[in-house]
């Protein structure tokens, strides 16, 4: 069966690029979060195999959704999207708990490693 | 990336960026308004963030840099602990206007399949772009109104003489000046994809709170339409959307029961009908339950319990206030389908609502939107001295009457037009005219829409005119098909009825 993915982030060209890469090659899009308590509430009831997260958000950011999907599902395979110049909040993310990381500009390639690795880790 | 791909993603940061814009501005004027609140700076940092992320995704690196540029100043001020000093908000709304124009110049400029083009474009198609207030905008248009009208009063005197040097000029000026109106109508007009693109993720949003399934898919979002017009369409769009998902669409299990694909099908479609454009959205669901709403009617008193219902009758009904059929209350819906709600704010807009549906098969709503606001053909009525003012678009013709004409059947009043009886309707008495006695020989409009035809008695015609619409004051209680008011050529005011929605 295809794993299934929680896509997170505000702009809809985001999530559109990422589904397109990730249906691309055989995921499943179970759902589309455009804030950090969607985020938090959409992956309570989906459950995904992996969500992948947005930094910036309305209502509630990016880390502050992984802490707290970490803190109900501590084995919540998260992987951040983070632009160039955010370092920083990057290594905090994967403090709070996500896997991994990809850098905006989307690589097709780069995302679909880092999906697996998260996936295989 | 593929051309198709590229395209579709240069239309979703057209119209995403075009969005956030917007919401930058709103955030400016708060945040100069209340230069200590945070939450304005924050809101322009996830614009700024946002934008720059899809621009560095489609390699526009002048739009990612300047809003890179933006932003660390913007992050910079917001730390800094200062308070945040007015030049400095002028000099960023300043930065927001060049990041708006180079995001719709690279857009526009974005040839998909002539990439090597685009590092020109863009620098000259930003110099040609210039932002305009709607406020502006609506004044010009006013300027216009009185343009429209001095002009109909001087084709009056250059009747006289139309081989007049006056009258040749004259037609020269109404030539230009019929040209002038195109080009500031055309200026209003916004393409429907800034509320189109809304509706998919609105959709499969209230589609998984409602455990349903559902594709979407949108067309002709292309067309454009009077600003005005789609400012105020996204809340009626919406609102019927919800009713297709949540009274429309079966469930999954219910639809693989029935032979269905499991997942709900729903189409906006949107194309051009001679002068208007018109919106389809439908769904492939259950379709409305005629003997339901049938039923339902009969119990309270408004339909005859053997009266067949068609299409328009059972949208009639959908549309009286408070009439419902939903038989369990959701917490999309609220109570109710609310299709009065919808039909009013159409009517508001000068649009109109049809309904086809088919048990089992789905439910089809049309809108017809008027693509020209603002100025309309229309013919003056009078009864004693007051003028009135009618749209052309649903006057079939017009007849010469004899009072002998008129029949009375079943307690009603009607005419014989070829063959055909239609009702008559008297504008002296829809308005509780109670002035002089009418004229003997009195002239009658035929009103032709839904396929339903009346004719309407008025005491005088006085041609037609191109009417400059002023919205109305609406006190409470006024009927809806008065519609909003004109000026006619002789200074004085006249109310603009649309008779479409009593026929």
Not at chain 1, 27 to 45: F, H, P
Not at chain 2, 199 to 210: E, K, M
């Amino acid at each position: 069966m295809a794993q299934r993915v929680l896509i997170c982030d505000d702009a809809i060209f985001m999530r559109t690029m990422i589904a397109d890469i990730l249906t691309g090659a055989g995921y499943e899009v179970v759902g589309e979060a455009e804030s950090g308590l969607q985020a938090v509430e959409r992956y309570k009831s989906l459950l995904p195999d992996i969500v992948t997260m947005d930094i910036v958000m309305p209502d509630m950011g990016g880390i502050d959704a992984v802490k707290a999907i970490i803190a109900t599902h501590p084995d919540a395979k998260i992987l951040m999207c983070s632009a160039m110049g955010q370092q920083a909040l990057v290594v905090e993310a994967i403090q709070a708990g996500a896997r991994d990381f990809v850098v905006k500009p989307f690589q097709p390639a780069r995302v679909l490693e880092a999906v697996q690795r998260v996936l295989a880790g | 990336m593929t051309d198709a791909r590229r395209a579709r993603y240069v239309a979703l940061f057209a119209a995403e960026s075009r969005t956030l814009l917007a919401g930058a501005r709103r955030a400016l004027a708060a945040w100069t308004d209340a230069p200590g609140d945070r939450a304005p700076a924050d809101e322009l940092f996830r614009t700024l963030h946002t934008i720059k992320g899809m621009a560095a995704s489609l390699e526009y690196h002048a739009v990612a840099e300047l809003a890179h540029a933006t932003e660390t100043d913007l992050v910079a001020v917001r730390d800094g602990g200062e308070p945040v000093a007015r030049r400095w908000l002028l000099q960023l709304e300043a930065a927001f206007d060049q990041i708006a124009l180079a995001c719709e110049a690279s857009a526009t400029g974005d040839g998909v399949s002539a990439e090597g083009e685009q590092a020109n474009a863009p620098a000259t198609r930003a110099a040609r772009v210039v932002r305009v207030d709607l406020e502006r905008l609506d004044a010009l248009f006013d300027d216009l109104g009185g343009l429209v009208t001095a002009r109909q009063e001087l084709e009056r005197h250059a009747e006289r003489d139309t081989l007049s040097p006056v009258a040749r000029a004259a037609q020269g000026m109404a030539r230009r000046l019929d040209t002038l109106q195109d080009r500031i109508l055309h200026v209003r007009l916004a393409p429907l994809a800034e509320v189109f693109e809304r509706v998919p993720p609105i959709v499969r949003d209230l589609a998984r709170q409602l455990g349903k399934e559902v594709t979407v898919q949108v067309h002709g979002d292309d067309l454009e339409v009077d600003r005005a017009v789609l400012d105020q369409l996204a809340e009626p769009l919406i609102h019927l959307l919800r009713n297709a998902v949540d009274h429309g669409l079966e469930s999954p299990e219910v639809r693989r029961g029935l032979g269905k694909r499991p997942a709900g099908a729903i189409q906006l479609r949107a194309r051009r009908e001679r002068d208007s454009v018109v919106l389809e959205l439908s769904d492939d669901g259950r379709g409305i339950d005629r003997n339901a709403v049938a039923a339902r009617a009969v119990a309270q008193g408004i339909l005859d319990a053997d009266a067949t219902l068609n299409d328009d009758g059972l949208l009639a009904l959908l549309a009286r206030p408070g009439f419902s059929t939903a038989t369990a209350v959701t917490d999309v819906s609220g109570r109710g389908v609310g299709l009065d709600v919808v039909v009013s704010r159409l009517h508001e807009l000068g649009a109109s609502l049809a309904l086809t549906t088919v048990p089992g098969r789905g439910t089809t709503f049309g809108i017809r939107l008027p693509t020209r606001l603002g100025i309309v053909r229309a013919l003056v009525a009078s009864i004693g001295e007051e003028r009135y003012v009618m749209p052309l678009t649903h006057v079939a013709e017009f007849l010469p009457w004899e009072p002998d004409a008129v029949r009375q059947v079943d307690g009603r009043a009607v005419i014989d037009l070829r063959g055909e009886s239609i009702p008559v309707l008297d504008l002296r008495r829809l308005l509780l005219y109670r002035g002089e006695a009418p004229p003997t020989r009195r002239p009658a409009l035929v009103f032709e829409a839904n396929g339903q035809r009346v004719a309407l008695l008025a005491d005088a015609i006085h041609g037609q005119v191109d009417a400059v619409v002023q919205p109305l004051d609406r006190p409470r209680g006024t009927p809806r098909w008065i519609t909003g008011a004109t000026v006619l050529d002789n200074g004085r005011p006249a109310l603009l009825l649309d008779l479409a929605s009593v026929v």
